[in-house]
């Protein structure tokens, strides 16, 4: 299980503060090919090394919006300050 994803409940967080920054820096920093797929469902991850992720428009570890439960939904969709709200 990762305990990123279990932790935050958040897909946004997720995607955007591990997923994509580790597949970034697997090909920057190590010169290899990473693609992260993360099921939501089981809160797990597959790496599979030596494969070229796909662009996120592309990706479908990008579905739209939110998982069930999510706490950081909830706090956004109650900030009166908030005018759009997505967690894509």
Do not use: Y
């Not at 992720?53 to 900030?79: I, Q, T, W, Y």
Request: hydrophobic share 30%; with cysteine; aromatic share 10%.
């Amino acid at each position: 299980k990762c305990k990123f994803l279990q932790e935050s409940g958040c897909k946004g967080l997720c995607l955007h503060q591990c997923k994509l920054p580790a597949q970034q820096f697997f090909k920057d920093e190590l010169g290899l090919e990473l693609t992260v797929s993360p099921n939501f469902a089981t809160q797990e991850c597959q790496w599979s090394f030596g494969e070229t992720p796909l662009p996120p428009k592309e990706d479908p570890s990008f579905p739209n919006g939110c998982l069930k439960g999510c706490e950081s939904r909830v706090a956004m969709m109650n900030n009166p300050m908030e005018t759009s709200f997505s967690c894509n």
